[in-house]
């Protein structure tokens, strides 16, 4: 299960497990990994990010005690043929990279698809939650996963996160509705710059100055496709600025509400709190219009088995594409998913373009791909100065 996001995301880490080390194992200090400026709810650390290579058992001694005595004894003269998961990890990996972005594009291609029929933002983004959490309901009733407990001082820690998800899905989806999905994402590329700023300036830790300097073609690229694009208006605008700082904020209270809860439940709580949180907005804002006319005008120009189709895939592409985003996070290491997270983008916008036939202007086509490059070095640095406390805390 999923994302969030994004949580565009798309789209960080709440629901980190913890592994406590054995009682004969010295106490090893261990350090925060963090997202690179985007959110997936409950990645897990591997051991090699907590142990160090001289405490961890091998995976022989692993695998001898959980094979029961029996199958050891029938085993010991002869290896065990690998499986396709282990003989082409590659492969795999490049499998999920791409149902990531292919779940992504297609999300994009059909919300956007429904919003030229159906512009009501609120009510879809409910839809959105709404699909997902049945989907967690399911799941959860056949045991994949169980359903893991929760108390009054979990949902006091996961409540904020919840908040900033769906504030920052509303206002993302109410941006997608109003402008081009092109134009949109690139506004969302503005995303690490307000991660930046909330680090130094919320915070109070200290950014390098070479991300900073890495920051500087996103905004000049944003500032350049916004002044000539075509489809530009301030509500659209001013919804995906509040979409970054929301999702900004949910990082940080990400951070503070790890527990651990699977990356699976923690996801699913998550979306419930956020899809009760959408319902009264909806209601107020577009339930008048939509009893009136927004309902009856939809089934007038697709059909009724087109419209439930169409909200019913959207929400589950949505679910989905958050989910292989977090299965792909936890394959990979952060510079890896960094650098895939930014062609992610790219892959949405060209496919946006080339599908809805969006035309662009010289300067935004130039802005955009300035600002994507300028979160591509952004993502590289970040990821390796990451990297580089992880060696020096091991």
Wanted: charged share 10%.
């Amino acid at each position: 299960m999923s994302a969030l996001g994004t949580f565009s995301g798309p789209a960080g880490v709440a629901g980190l497990r913890r592994r406590a080390a054995p009682a004969h194992l010295p106490a090893v200090k261990c350090a925060a990994v963090p997202d690179g400026g985007h959110l997936v709810w409950g990645r897990q650390l591997r051991p090699a990010l907590l142990l160090p290579a001289g405490l961890l058992p091998s995976q022989a001694s692993r695998r001898q005690t959980l094979r029961p005595p029996a199958a050891a004894a029938e085993s010991a003269g002869e290896a065990k043929p690998a499986g396709f998961l282990e003989k082409y990890p590659a492969l795999v990996t490049g499998f999920f990279f791409f149902m990531w972005y292919f779940l992504n594009v297609i999300f994009n291609i059909l919300n956007k698809k429904i919003y030229n029929y159906f512009p009501y933002p609120y009510f879809v983004s409910v839809i959105h939650l709404f699909v997902g959490v049945v989907y967690c309901l399911v799941s959860w009733t056949v045991g994949l996963p169980k359903r893991a407990p929760i108390n009054s001082t979990l949902l006091k820690l996961l409540f904020p996160v919840a908040l900033c998800h769906a504030l920052g899905h509303v206002t993302s989806n109410v941006s997608f509705a109003t402008v081009a999905v092109s134009f949109a994402h690139t506004i969302k590329a503005l995303e690490p710059f307000f991660n930046a700023a909330a680090t130094q300036f919320v915070l109070g830790q200290q950014v390098p100055l070479p991300l900073w300097l890495s920051l500087a073609p996103v905004v000049l690229g944003v500032s350049m496709a916004s002044l000539t694009e075509l489809s530009f208006n301030w509500t659209g605008f001013i919804n995906a600025m509040i979409s970054n700082i929301s999702f900004t904020y949910r990082s940080i209270y990400s951070k503070k509400a790890m527990t651990d809860m699977d990356s699976t439940n923690v996801y699913a709580y998550i979306s419930i709190i956020a899809l009760i949180v959408c319902i009264p907005p909806a209601l107020i804002i577009e339930g008048p219009q939509l009893m009136q006319y927004g309902f009856k005008d939809a089934i007038a120009k697709v059909g009724l088995q087109k419209f439930v189709a169409d909200l019913f895939f959207v929400g589950l592409f949505y679910h989905l594409y958050n989910q292989v985003a977090t299965n792909t996070l936890e394959r990979v290491a952060p510079l890896t998913h960094a650098v895939g997270n930014v062609l992610k983008r790219v892959f949405v916008i060209g496919f946006s373009i080339i599908i809805f036939g969006n035309r662009i202007t010289t300067q935004t086509g130039i802005g955009t791909c300035i600002a994507i490059a300028g979160v591509a070095i952004y993502s590289y640095i970040k990821a390796k100065i990451e990297e580089e406390k992880r060696q020096k805390s091991a």
